[in-house]
């Protein structure tokens, strides 16, 4: 069956200070990979999707970059942080073959001080 | 513009009733809808799907519902129970945006009172 890992769980972090989130995903091949972001007590907004190794797609203009550096390996990054980057972080991945449904990993509280 | 939206941002049922969970979308080339499950913490759960040439599906006391004709999607719960307890996003994928890009609605957030 298929897994997906994202850590940390939680993450409080000074402005201006770098940012890694990794995540990754088990039990299938070429997987579409996503990170979503959340405010508290509102929707999903898609910030990057990637369809294989070193594609990135960028849904809004951030603070943020994505990589995938393997199959199933997604990082979310940040040089400097801003206060505006805390949030919720969720990884996703979804079949390549038309499958759209989304599989959602725990997801990283993040707080920017 | 397009958009996925809630008509009721709160529901509150008594455990064992039926809940009616309500949401619209603006884009008509959408083909295909999906309901998540979001508890507290966690990331969301996929419910059930349902794709445009359908307008009912069922599942394990989950069904929803599609009207095209208003562009309605509903999302009913059988004898509720305090699990049931969480936010509730619809959700959609527009085909014409090449099937990478769900737009997800703001949510609602169901209570379950025992």
């Known amino acids: 069956s298929q897994t997906i890992h994202q850590w940390p769980a939680t993450l409080v972090q000074p402005v201006g200070s770098p940012l890694s989130l990794e995540c990754t995903v088990e039990?299938?091949?070429?997987?579409?990979l996503y990170w979503y972001r959340q405010a508290a007590g509102r929707g999903l907004q898609l910030l990057f999707y990637?369809?294989?190794?070193?594609?990135i797609s960028s849904e809004v203009p951030q603070n943020l970059s994505a990589s995938r550096p393997q199959d199933r390996q997604f990082i979310l990054s940040s040089k400097k942080l801003l206060l505006s980057d805390s949030g919720f972080y969720l990884c996703?991945?979804?079949?390549?073959?038309?499958?759209?449904?989304?599989?959602f990993g725990s997801g990283t509280q993040l707080s920017v001080l | 513009g397009e958009s996925v939206g809630l008509h009721l941002p709160t529901l509150s049922v008594q455990e064992g009733d039926n809940s009616i969970i309500n949401c619209a979308y603006s884009?008509?080339?959408?083909?295909?809808f999906i309901w998540y499950k979001q508890e507290s913490g966690k990331g969301p759960q996929f419910i059930i799907d349902?794709?445009?040439?359908?307008d009912k599906r069922q599942g394990q006391r989950v069904t929803v519902l599609l009207n095209k004709t208003v562009k309605h999607l509903s999302l009913q719960i059988a004898a509720t129970q305090p699990g049931d307890s969480a936010v509730y996003f619809c959700?959609?994928?527009?085909?014409?945006?090449?099937?990478?890009?769900?737009?997800f609605g703001a949510g609602t957030r169901l209570f379950v009172k025992a």
């Open positions: 990637s369809v294989g190794i070193g594609q």
């Open positions: 996703a991945w979804s079949t390549s073959g038309g499958d759209e449904k989304l599989f």
């Open positions: 884009n008509s080339a959408s083909d295909y």
């Open positions: 959700a959609e994928r527009p085909a014409w945006r090449g099937g990478f890009k769900t737009i």
């Open positions: 349902i794709r445009s040439n359908m």
């Open positions: 039990g299938t091949s070429n997987p579409n």
